[in-house]
């Protein structure tokens, strides 16, 4: 006996029309709408009905009210009177142990930050996480001079033996030099002011390029010259980024790697290892290093930020690091404009690498710091042609590169200064005087520059390990 088919009203709507949600999913079932967005849009069509006399019948599932006269009432239930979240002194403890050694470590990430509570690991002893502001309160005015309201200013030592120990630690830690208000004498010898040249990469316009790579970016780059690690890394964009952006990831790129021994290389990666991830890095078209394993972090960060649909990877640095050619040796072809010169590329730009992973290109930017003259022309911040007196700094450069390899370059078996070492090359090069001590000293620093003359290696043998 044959069963006969059931003629009632299904719960189960069988059309297959895009208004319905138990609609079977085909081919492209990943493409379609889900359950919940078809019933939303079924919400936003739905039009309430209305008697003759215009009476509401059925209102709309949105602007449904509750009747007049309905009792309401609340579950009696315990959790509504108990403590939600508790945690016990020692777990938390624990737990703040545990996430201060996760962040100092450079190569852990702390996912979920957003589902943990951090705001009971900030410390509130510690004077920039206290709300106290005691300047509001207790002006210096009305605690010390004639005006004060107080018998005894609050000290921040119990007793005279703390204060002297204070006071001696705070001037072994004094330098007159750093001191602004220190009055001093006129003696009629005043320090030139520096040449416009020696403030490249510090202007306005450059630092705003730089917050706009900064802002845009979800992994940031830092360009070191493996020549002068040291030298060419800003420790305030550093602090600028752990204060007020610590959600955005740090790298260090050691490039021109091939320009120093292996030895040096492998000492200052496990060094710089101790504070963010550093890669070495040889950018070549060509004949590159680092490039795979530089690919395969941006990578693992892009599976790291899976809930964005692309991130932006930005470089930043001083001039004539190798910005520019890193991104280009990434894309194995010209994308930025590159040159042997400080200062070549001007504006930030955008370059795509993947198809979810975004390079920024920045120009380069130094801090204004105590560097002497010397200290920038060799990082090669500003180029040597356009310098007035360029002969100043060959003594510089006579110190830091080792003498056999400046005799063996340029031929000159002894000097006594730097005066005399150009002298005896204007004779070995038989050449005019005219213009000449102006040519060889662009010669030598650009050779420098270039590191055809091998360093000391002093900075490297100081490094920790």
């Not at 530089?294 to 892009?302: P, S, T, V």
Request: glycine share 6%.
């Amino acid at each position: 006996m044959v069963k006969p088919k059931f003629k009632g009203k299904s719960s189960i709507n069988p059309s297959n029309s895009s208004s319905n949600p138990d609609r079977v999913k085909g081919a492209g079932g990943n493409n379609m709408r889900d359950r919940a967005t078809i019933k939303r849009l079924n919400m936003y069509r739905q039009k309430q009905r209305c008697n003759s006399r215009g009476k509401v019948i059925k209102p709309l599932q949105y602007q449904n009210t509750v009747a007049s006269g309905t009792v309401a009432r609340v579950e009696p239930n315990i959790k509504w009177f108990a403590n939600t979240r508790v945690i016990k002194q020692s777990s938390l403890q624990k737990f703040q142990e545990e996430m201060n050694a996760v962040k100092k470590d450079p190569y852990r990430v702390v996912m979920r930050q957003t589902k943990l509570p951090m705001s009971l690991l900030h410390d509130r002893i510690k004077a920039h996480n206290s709300k106290v502001h005691i300047l509001d309160t207790e002006t210096f005015e009305t605690t010390f001079g004639p005006k004060a309201q107080r018998k005894r200013p609050i000290l921040s030592v119990g007793e005279l033996k703390d204060f002297a120990e204070q006071a001696e630690v705070s001037a072994q830690s004094y330098s007159a030099d750093k001191d602004r208000d220190l009055v001093s004498e006129d003696s009629g010898v005043k320090e030139e002011a520096r040449e416009e040249i020696f403030k490249k990469g510090q202007s306005k316009r450059i630092w705003g390029e730089l917050y706009k790579v900064i802002d845009s970016s979800d992994v940031i780059i830092q360009v070191l010259d493996a020549r002068d690690p040291m030298g060419t890394r800003s420790q305030s964009i550093e602090s600028y980024l752990k204060k007020e952006k610590p959600w955005k990831h740090l790298i260090f790129v050691l490039n021109k790697c091939d320009l120093i021994p292996t030895w040096v290389t492998k000492r200052w990666v496990a060094v710089l290892s101790q504070e963010h991830p550093t890669l070495a890095f040889h950018a070549s078209l060509t004949n590159s290093f680092g490039k795979g394993s530089l690919i395969q972090l941006l990578r693992q960060f892009g599976k790291l930020h899976s809930d964005k649909k692309q991130i932006s990877v930005g470089f930043i640095g001083y001039p004539n690091v190798g910005k520019s050619s890193v991104i280009n040796t990434l894309r194995s072809k010209k994308v930025c404009n590159v040159a042997p010169l400080a200062g070549e590329t001007k504006v930030w730009q955008y370059i795509t690498l993947m198809r979810r992973i975004f390079l920024i290109d920045c120009p380069g930017v130094v801090y204004p710091s105590d560097d002497s003259e010397t200290d920038i022309v060799l990082k090669g911040v500003v180029q040597v042609e356009k310098i007035r007196n360029p002969e100043d700094h060959i003594g510089a450069v006579l110190e830091r590169a080792k003498a056999e390899y400046i005799q063996k370059t340029y031929r000159i078996p002894s000097w006594s200064s730097a005066e005399d070492f150009l002298e005896k090359l204007e004779r070995a090069q038989k050449v005019k005087k005219v213009g000449v001590r102006y040519y060889e000293t662009h010669n030598v620093k650009n050779k420098n520059k270039n590191r055809k003359m091998p360093s000391d290696g002093k900075k490297a043998k100081r490094a920790k390990r």
